[in-house]
């Protein structure tokens, strides 16, 4: 706590600072009620600093020059101060009750201090007006905490103010003091306004607002922002996948998000999913529920093809799309009784069996023999075989195990498999 007010305390004038420092001095040598008196006098300079540089409308100007002159008064400005903060009515600072509360509480161990009653004043009162400063000195503003820190977020990611990718830890710290519970989802609403739908750094700040309230008293709150942010989730995951190492997606919340996305699928969504996928957000007993219904919104006509990122290609035969596959069009070689268009449109979705399969059966063998040399180029799946050529062309050491497994089987392949006719 001495480490937080020195720290916190740099920031503001001298003034203030020599109280808590004098604070400090007796708190070390058990003067408390010295300790409490001088901290609670550095708390209203703190009060009294921000009333006479504000520069807003939201004071009448003649009430505020009113004000001000009495907190110019020696005499005056502590009681000036404490009937403000006490106004429940038409107060000029915008914080909760529950904080009126408190400020009235330690008025009275003030006077405690002051006037030497019989209450007993120790080490733990001074503490603990050292935590309610910690949590609310942020809050007691004209503006209110929440507006407070909004502007300053504002002004950090702005880079006519700002310097692109400065740091803003200091921010990130002030969240849990400024912003009250009931004010979070507003505070979150507004935050995110700042920045352009897809903007990476929207992403990381949400990350990092997660990680900093971690163990706070706000820390279930992002996860409850997240909850009708289904888009939102979706690309926070992809831009900041170890976020699920720290928040606990409800189940039904990422069952929503794939449920949504899956029908609009192209290779930016097959990223998507397959985090989800990577990352154990699906429980396992959905998964083959989601890879079915990716499978039945797989459609590659209008060139929508399959993702070609690697790591997610993998992130799908892993978890199980594969076996769909060959069991749809290879086993017991239905793929011979089933349309040209019905296998162009999933062309990519064979061609990844046949990339991770590595092990390929009779099954698939003489069904690609006998889908391929039907003798008539009006019937063959053209995507299928474009997608194949473009296989081999990656990986060129797949065409050998076509090769040895066609000996194996004793089945003749069509040419463009066994051997290379073209670069791609």
């Given amino acids: 706590m001495e480490n937080w007010l020195k720290e916190k305390l740099e920031n503001h004038s001298l003034d203030s600072q020599k109280l808590f420092e004098e604070s400090l001095i007796c ?26 540089r504000y520069n807003g409308d939201k004071i009448e100007k003649k009430r505020l020059n009113h004000l001000i002159q009495k907190l110019n008064d020696d ?20 914080f909760s009750e529950s904080i009126r509360t408190q ?11 002051a006037h030497f009653r019989e209450n007993e004043i120790n ?40 310097a692109p990718n400065s740091d803003y830890t200091h921010l990130l710290n002030e969240i849990d003091s400024s912003i009250e519970k009931n004010d979070f989802q ?9 920045f352009d739908e897809y903007n990476p750094e929207r ?29 939102f ?37 097959d990223s998507l999913y397959s985090n989800l996928l990577r990352n154990s957000l699906i429980p396992k007993k959905e998964i083959f529920e989601s890879l079915d219904y990716y499978f039945q919104y797989f459609d590659q006509s209008k060139y929508n093809r399959l993702s070609n990122i690697e790591s997610v290609r993998e992130q799908l035969y892993l978890n199980g799309i594969g076996k769909l596959v060959y069991d749809y069009f290879f086993l017991d070689y239905k793929i011979t009784n089933i349309q040209k268009s019905e296998i ?66 004793e089945i003749k392949l069509p040419n463009f498999i066994l051997h290379e006719e073209k670069a791609m």
């Fill in 123 to 162: 080490h733990t009162h001074v503490e603990m007006f050292w935590t309610f400063l910690k949590s609310n000195l942020n809050k007691i503003t004209i503006e209110g905490g929440m507006e407070n820190l909004l502007q300053k977020f504002k002004t950090h990611f702005d880079d006519t103010r700002t």
């Fill in 186 to 194: 507003f505070f979150m609403d507004n935050l995110d306004d700042f």
């Fill in 233 to 269: 989730t979706l690309y926070l995951i992809y831009y900041q996948p170890q976020i699920a190492n720290i928040i606990s997606f409800d189940p039904k919340l990422i069952r929503k998000i794939w449920k949504d996305k899956i029908p609009e699928r192209n290779s930016e969504v």
């Fill in 27 to 52: 708190y070390r040598v058990k003067a408390n009620r010295a300790a409490l008196l001088f901290s609670y006098l550095g708390f209203f300079t703190i009060i009294k600093e921000r009333i006479i």
């Fill in 344 to 409: 162009d449109i999933k062309a990519d979705l064979i061609v990844l069996l046949l990339e991770f399969e590595n092990n390929y059966d009779k099954y698939i063998l003489i069904s690609l023999q006998e889908i391929f040399n039907r003798g008539n180029p009006w019937i063959e799946p053209n995507w299928l075989k474009i997608s194949i050529e473009e296989l081999l062309y990656r990986k060129p050491e797949i065409r050998y195990i076509f090769i040895d497994k066609a000996k194996e089987y």
């Fill in 75 to 94: 005499g005056k400005w502590e009681e000036a101060i404490y009937n403000e903060l006490n106004n429940s009515r038409s107060s000029i600072f915008n």
């Fill in 203 to 231: 992403f990381l700040l949400f990350y990092n607002i997660v990680v900093t309230l971690k163990n706070t008293s706000l820390e279930k709150e992002p996860l409850k922002w997240l909850e009708n942010k289904n888009k």
């Fill in 103 to 113: 400020i009235q509480y330690w008025k009275d161990r003030r006077n405690d201090c």
